[in-house]
């Protein structure tokens, strides 16, 4: 698992699979323009892969994962800083949403990519809601500023269609029917 998230590694091991945590340093997140939001989040994830292919042994697999939010056609990724988390929960606010995690697998011998979608549906938040939210839980490594799993996500998502686990970060079961295949 080629990821810092603590959530991933959580996930994954969730699954029983035995595998380690490998971290290169300052994988650039940024995509070309004109990609829909499902191409955006598996072209940052082949990216990730394609940064650790010179390191990998020949009977070696990789998984990358990236995670973006969309709301009103705005991508989401991690905020810059809390006024940028408070601009990015005061967009969920009250609205459904998307979260889309791309995931990459690789060996030498090949490549699979996809994404999985999930719709998120907030309550309206208070400003108060937010600033404890963000004061208290500093969500700034989250897409979206927000992990579902924590306190923003007891009290403000009132509806989920789709995968829990791909709104944490990983789609668990779609990856654990590809690695099946693989």
Not at 6 to 35: K, M, N, Q, S, T
Request: aromatic fraction near 8%.
């Amino acid at each position: 698992m080629a990821s810092n998230s603590p959530r991933r590694r959580e996930l994954l091991a969730g699954l029983g699979i035995d595998f380690e945590v490998r971290v290169l340093p300052d994988i650039a997140e940024g995509y070309p323009d004109g990609l829909s939001a499902t191409q955006i989040a598996e072209y940052i994830a082949r990216e990730k892969a394609d940064a650790y292919r010179q390191q990998m042994g020949a009977d070696e697999l990789i998984i990358t994962a990236d995670t973006i939010v969309v709301c009103g056609g705005e991508v989401l990724g991690k905020p810059a800083d809390a006024a940028d988390a408070h601009r990015m929960l005061h967009l969920l606010s009250g609205r459904t949403h998307q979260v889309v995690t791309g995931v990459c697998l690789m060996t030498a011998q090949r490549q699979r990519c996809f994404a999985v979608e999930t719709d998120v549906t907030f309550k309206a938040l208070s400003d108060e809601e937010i600033s404890y939210y963000i004061d208290r839980y500093r969500p700034f490594d989250k897409a979206g500023a927000y992990g579902i799993q924590e306190w923003i996500g007891y009290i403000g998502v009132t509806g989920i269609n789709g995968s829990y686990f791909n709104v944490m970060g990983l789609p668990v079961q779609r990856l654990y029917s590809e690695l099946a295949q693989m």
